[in-house]
Structure formats: structure tokens, C-alpha cells
């Protein structure tokens, strides 16, 4: 199957490529993009027929259009429309030719919450799915098919826009396909946030995890402790103003993220990291003196104060207004390095934490240290360790998987995307060693920990840490080209995993990233086309 769909795609390659050479200054020769070139690599791809070619009659219908389903056919048509220049109608009227958007009917239940199915002939491009998210996805889909060239907005572009024939039926392997961003150590706007959450919803990323607070900043405004936010939230990694989000902001990234069909996951860390939080008040702190603000780089040297009652006051406080501004079930609470804090009183501090999270009505997550207290029924343990991590710490792990504790990987030796890429890397980090390309991608979530069960791993996520990061620049250096391919580990089946033909379809996405203005890393693992 595997071998057929390869064969498939290099006989399109070698066909595009006589294309090109025969009228090198007609791109119209060339044969569109293979229904499996696309990232996160598609479950079945069964191609064949005739393709379909975009044109100035070509209308999108939402037959019996739920608003939802309207408003994806009116967000593909946003995302069409510059390019082709084409008018590009939404219209409730069904009828057998040109974008049709299907939710519901016959045959998509079994394709779950965020599946699709794809069909496309020489008459119409078909999506259908059983929820909006799948509908969302196909369009997504869509999109790759088309040149990258579609993603430019500076007046109308050449085409042709052509989508090969065929049909692609495709649901995620796992439910949490997760990108965490620290907000924390360098603040980041509103906008600068949408426009990292338009990246991930391109490869069917679902959850937005925001590191909302840290030693070096507290960027979330909480009413019933207004300093957090003024004073906590003031600096940032080198002194900057740093910067903090109102609740509107909050709610804002919240929507938006909706809209592109990611869920909010935010992230107090604590005990540790959270000397943001104790310089805001004294009383946090227990010998009652609030130490300075912070803006250097070392982690695990702060504490909130275990055996004190106003910090459970506190906890409770940040939590409910939180919970309350959250739609999405999973609060993170952080957990890692608490290197100022005693095992006893870790033990302790979670204890207490976790049924307020759950009073909340939501599910707590923690780094992994928290499988080494009492980790709560249901709540969900994000591993980050790596291939540095001792066989204790990995079995502790494993063990509470085993026990129920649900997994999220992030192996930082693969995952994390502040890590450098080699050691000429000008940003990032290197503690868990450099992070090709292709080490990103080389690594299968069902199996990466021994001795967990593979039903316990909910997902995967890839975290981008901020020390070094300051603009939407850095970001996209560090997330590309490595985030597609932690999307696809989240998406893809494990039978699709080939890196010599991932490294193809990541290059084909560089046309894409260009015309988006998405500041890459030309990986030398990756051929990209020439620019
Ligand atoms: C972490 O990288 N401290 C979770």
C-alpha cells in the first residue's frame, strides 16, 4: 500500500518534472500535487480520475449550511479568493459541481470528530465530515493541494489552481496534537499569537498550550490579585516591559484559537517558577519578604510557600478565574523543577492543588515530576524528558501510565523547538543536546516510553521556550521546519512514517512558508526547491 502510493507520487514528480522541461515558462504543464504529499501525511489516499481545476465559475457549497459550516466555507474562500482572483460564491444551494462542504450524512460518523473525507474529480472537490473540526481539516487539506503560490497576497497569481483526483478518508491517530508557547520569559502580543495559531491550524494542530507565568513574568490579569499581572507581569528575559494579557485579551486568543479549531490549554507552573507571582506579593512568600523582580535565565530557585494557607487561597483564586475564562477542559499546572521545594512538601503542595483544579470543573496537567507525588484520577502527566533521563524517573513514569495517568510526549531531545538545530544555530538552547530535522521526526509517540501501555499516550506536543525568543521571527525559525513534523507524529498513522519521503513533502512546503512570509530555517537536511 505504502510502496503503490510512493510509486504514485514519484511517477507525478517525474511527470511535472518532463512538464517543466518541455515549457519551461508554462507552469500550467505542470501536473498538480499528489493527494499523499501533503503534512500531516493523510490516513488513505486512493488517487485516480481526473483532477479539478479552480476557475472563475467555481462556487463553494455548504448544502443546508449550518453557521458553522458557513463560516469554514467562508473562511476557505478568504484564503482563495487573493490569489485566483476569483469571485469564489458561498452558496446553501447542493448541487454536484465546484468546493462542496458537507457536514454530516451518510458515512461520516465513522470518521469521528475531526475526520474528512476528501473526494476530487474533474466536476467538484468534495469535503465531508461528521463535526465542523474534520470539515476544518479538509479544507486544510485543500489548501496543501494547491501551489503554494496561493498563499500570496499581492494580487492575483498565474495558477492553474489544480487538486488531483481521488479520494483521501483521514482522522488523527491521537486526540492532543498540542504546541506550547512560553508567553512568559518574552511576552508576546495578542496578534503575534493569532498568527502562530493560523501556522499550527495549517497542520491540524489542536491545542494552544500558553505558559502564562514563570519566574520571569506573570502575563495574565487576575482580578482578585491585581499585581500579578501589573507588577509581575512588568519585565521580561533582559529587562524588557515585558507585557500581560486582559482577560478580553485572553478571551480574544481564546476565540481565535476556536475559530482555527484549537483548544486554550493554559499553564500556571507551580510550586516553582513562580517568582513572578511571589515579588508581586510578600505575603506568598514564607519568610513574608517579596524578593525582586527577575530577568535572567536560571530556573528552580523559587518556591511558593507550602505550609502557608494564603497560598492555597491564592491557588484557588488564579484557578477559578482561570477555569472560569477556559472553555477547554485541561488546566495545566506546571510541576517541573521545583528544586526549591522539599519531595515532602511537592507531595503535599499536589495533593492540595489537584482538587482544586477539578472543583474548577477541569482537568489538571503536569510536567511529568508530578508522577512523583499522587497524581489525581484522570489527570494527565506531559513527559519531557529525554534520552539523558535516568531509567527511574522513565519507569516512575511509565508506572503512573500504567495506573491510569494519561501521557502527553514531549521528549526535549526531539520536541522541544527552542532546542538548536546544531551549534551554529544563532537562537535556542542546548541542554538537551542540538535537534535535527530529522531527530524531531524520528521517534514514534506509541512506543518512544518503555513499559507504558500505548492506550495511555493521549498525544503529543511540541513546546517552543522563550529565553532567546523575542519576536514572531524567532518563532517561526525555531517552529519550522520542525513543527510539521511533531504534528504529523500526532496525526499521522505510525505505517506512514518514512523520512526520505517526509523530507520531500517538508520541502514542497517551502514555496508555502515564503509566500506566507514565514521566516524558516533552511534545514540542509531538507531539498528545498530553489527560491
Ligand atoms: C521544562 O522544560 N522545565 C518543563
Known amino acids: 500500500m505504502r510502496r503503490r502510493r510512493l510509486l504514485f507520487s514519484l511517477l507525478l514528480v517525474a511527470a511535472a518534472g518532463l512538464g517543466t522541461a518541455a515549457a519551461p515558462s508554462q507552469p500550467a504543464a505542470a501536473a498538480p500535487a499528489p493527494l499523499d504529499g501533503i503534512i500531516p501525511a493523510p490516513a488513505s489516499v486512493r488517487p485516480g480520475g481526473d483532477s479539478y481545476t479552480l476557475g472563475a465559475g467555481t462556487r463553494i457549497r455548504v448544502p443546508g449550511g449550518s453557521d458553522e459550516a458557513r463560516r469554514i466555507a467562508g473562511y476557505l474562500a478568504g484564503m482563495l479568493r487573493p490569489a485566483t482572483g476569483y469571485g469564489l460564491p458561498v452558496t446553501t444551494e447542493d448541487g454536484r459541481d465546484g468546493l462542496v462542504l458537507r457536514l454530516g450524512g451518510t458515512g461520516t460518523k465513522s470518521l469521528g470528530a475531526e475526520g474528512y473525507r476528501l473526494t476530487s474529480s474533474g466536476r467538484a472537490v468534495t469535503i465531508s465530515a461528521g463535526r465542523p473540526a474534520g470539515l476544518f481539516h479538509g479544507v486544510q487539506t485543500l489548501r496543501q493541494l494547491l501551489p503554494g503560490a496561493l498563499e500570496k497576497r499581492a494580487g492575483q497569481q498565474p495558477g492553474p489552481w489544480r487538486i488531483a483526483g481521488g479520494t483521501i478518508a483521514d482522522s488523527p491517530r491521537y486526540p492532543y496534537r498540542g504546541a506550547m508557547l512560553d508567553v512568559s ?12 495559531i493560523d501556522q499550527l491550524a495549517m497542520y491540524k494542530i489542536n491545542k494552544l498550550h500558553l505558559h502564562l507565568s514563570d519566574d520571569q513574568g506573570w502575563r495574565i490579569a487576575i482580578a482578585s490579585w491585581p499585581k500579578l499581572a501589573t507588577y509581575g507581569g512588568s519585565t521580561q528575559v533582559g529587562g524588557g516591559k ?36 511571589l515579588a508581586s506579593y510578600a505575603e506568598l512568600n514564607c519568610n513574608g519578604q517579596a524578593p525582586p523582580l527577575y530577568t535572567g535565565t536560571n530556573v528552580g530557585f523559587s518556591s511558593l510557600c507550602v505550609p502557608k494557607k494564603v497560598t492555597y487561597d491564592f491557588i484557588d483564586d488564579v484557578i477559578r478565574e482561570i477555569a472560569a475564562l477556559t472553555p477547554g477542559r485541561y488546566l495545566h499546572i506546571g510541576g517541573d523543577e521545583a528544586h526549591s521545594t522539599s519531595h515532602e512538601d511537592y507531595v503535599t503542595f499536589m495533593d492540595k492543588v489537584q482538587p482544586v ?89 506509541g ?47 505510525a505505517n506512514t512514517h518514512d523520512w526520505p519521503s517526509y523530507r520531500e513533502r517538508l520541502a514542497a512546503q517551502g514555496p508555502r512558508w515564503d509566500a506566507l512570509g514565514i521566516n524558516y530555517y533552511r534545514s540542509p537536511e531538507v531539498p528545498w526547491p530553489a527560491k
Do not use: C
Request: proline share 6%.
Open 185 to 196: 520569559r518574552h511576552f508576546f502580543t495578542v496578534d503575534q499569537v493569532k498568527r502562530y
Open 447 to 493: 512506543t518512544y516510553l518503555n513499559g507504558a501501555p500505548e492506550d495511555s499516550v493521549l498525544g503529543v506536543e511540541a513546546p517552543l521556550w522563550s529565553e532567546t525568543l523575542s519576536t514572531s521571527a524567532h518563532i517561526e525559525y525555531m517552529a519550522f521546519p520542525r513543527l510539521p513534523g511533531i504534528a504529523e507524529l500526532g496525526w499521522s498513522p
Open 242 to 277: 515585558g507585557g500581560y494579557y486582559t482577560k478580553d485579551d485572553y478571551r480574544e486568543i481564546v476565540r481565535y484559537a476556536a475559530s482555527r479549531y484549537l483548544t486554550v490549554v493554559p499553564e500556571i507552573d507551580m510550586p516553582g517558577h513562580t517568582n513572578a507571582a
Open 357 to 445: 483544579v477539578a472543583k474548577y470543573g477541569k482537568t489538571a496537567i503536569g510536567w511529568h515530576q508530578l508522577t512523583g507525588a499522587h497524581p489525581a484520577k484522570g489527570a494527565v502527566a506531559q513527559y519531557w524528558g529525554y534520552d539523558a533521563t535516568g531509567a527511574a524517573e522513565r519507569q516512575q513514569v511509565a508506572d503512573a501510565a500504567q495506573n491510569g495517568t494519561g501521557l502527553i510526549l514531549s521528549p526535549a531531545d526531539r520536541a522541544y523547538l527552542d532546542m538548536k538545530y546544531d551549534k551554529n544555530t544563532p537562537l535556542g538552547l542546548h541542554w538537551a543536546g542540538y535537534v535535527s530535522v530529522q531527530r524531531s521526526y524520528e521517534w514514534d509517540p
